[in-house]
């Protein structure tokens, strides 16, 4: 067996990491430029880290024109931002979108064109080079898990679909992993981004594919979970949870390079078509999933129910979490119209994900897959 296996993110991990920053930032260059969203930019967070960049006699300048998805356009004006500014180190701070759209903005500081020219789906990836400014991510939320992943997702806005670009070249140098800077994450925040670290390792774990390596740490980004998240909803300023569900986060997002599976094709187009937080869209239709690949993972969802020690299944124990953590059961109760399934499903099986999916999905299963989420019908 021939394959390619890469962990090599340096990772600066707990409480008090953030004053590793100024090292890593001198390590690589001189000047800063700081991505990170309208949300963190009103924060205490934000300030935390200028000052810890100031006090260490780094100039830093910062965008946070950045939406929530964040858009094509955004990332082209963010490079273009980099290059006026002189500044030779990015730092992405924030949740997912903040550090996909410092990739975005890295890559566009040296790249020509538009940043969808690099769609991965249309081979972009050979147009990538290694001159890329080095990224340092320093996540606010623990979910996507991007401070150790290669790729960015950003919204064509002529297409409205999202566009994945994916090269080693835009993966961060460094991640500045500290739980202090998680502690202010709202409870329903806690809940979607934790519900998408759950899907990215469990599907990860049951995708096709040869990947022990990603198996291993997928398998124990489970147990993180189950072990953290409920108290991390519950007591925001606990450490041990925050830590553990950032853990969790980095190592699906780690496994992941094995592959994802088919919530993850359903998601997608929940968020650029209906605009759910793309890891709500994950807390709903993961049951729906697991329930479809109920025969064609029955042996690695035995083997999560023993890591877990669970007494009830793995469905009782998904269902469970959701409920403990206010995710709701349906599409219809997150906001989506019935009126969107045609569209959804177009978008679904043009989706990537669902490739490595350990039952082969049709756009009718797929289909099938949000009637039964719209139904509330596992
Ligand atoms: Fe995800």
Redesign the pocket.
């Known amino acids: 067996m021939r394959t390619s296996f890469s962990f090599p993110t340096t990772i600066e991990f707990g409480a008090g990491a953030l004053a590793s920053l100024p090292d890593h930032v001198r390590a690589r260059g001189s000047r800063a430029f700081v991505v990170t969203d309208p949300g963190v930019r009103g924060l205490p967070i934000f300030d935390r880290v200028m000052a810890v960049l100031a006090d260490a006699g780094i100039v830093a300048t910062s965008t946070d024109a950045i939406s929530p998805n964040p858009l094509a356009g955004e990332c082209e004006a963010g490079g273009r931002a980099l290059r006026a500014s002189g500044a030779d180190v990015v730092i992405g701070l924030g949740g997912g979108s903040a550090l996909d759209a410092a990739k975005g903005v890295a890559l566009m500081a040296t790249h020509e064109g538009r940043i969808v020219d690099y769609d991965d789906a249309k081979g972009g990836w050979k147009l990538i080079r290694a001159d890329v400014p080095p990224v340092i991510c320093i996540p606010t939320t623990a979910g996507?898990g991007s401070e150790v992943g290669r790729s960015t997702v950003v919204i064509d806005e002529d297409t409205h679909t999202k566009v994945v670009v994916f090269s080693p070249f835009l993966m961060p140098k460094v991640a500045i992993v500290d739980p202090e800077l998680m502690v202010g994450m709202p409870a329903w925040l806690t809940a979607a981004t934790g519900f998408?670290a759950l899907?990215?390792n469990l599907e990860a774990f049951v995708a096709k594919g040869f990947h022990p390596m990603a198996d291993g740490i997928a398998l124990e980004g489970i147990a993180q979970v189950h072990t953290h998240l409920v108290t991390a909803c519950r007591k925001p300023a606990d450490l041990t949870a925050r830590g553990g569900m950032a853990m969790a986060a980095m190592m699906g997002a780690t496994a992941f390079q094995k592959g994802l599976g088919a919530a993850?094709s359903l998601?997608h187009p929940l968020g650029s078509l209906a605009g759910v937080h793309?890891g709500l869209a994950?807390a709903v239709v993961l049951p729906y999933v697991v329930a479809f690949n109920r025969e064609a993972a029955a042996e690695r969802y035995a083997l999560v129910e023993r890591r877990l020690g669970l007494s009830e299944g793995l469905m009782e124990w998904l269902l469970a979490l959701r409920r403990d953590i206010g995710i709701p059961h349906t599409l219809g109760e997150a906001g989506v119209s019935r009126a969107l399934l045609e569209a959804l499903s177009d978008q679904a099986i043009a989706d990537g994900c669902h490739g490595s999916n350990p039952r082969p999905c049709s756009r009718d299963d797929l289909r099938n897959l949000y009637v039964a989420a719209f139904d509330g019908n596992l």
């Open positions: 996507t998408d899907t990215h993850h998601a793309h994950n």
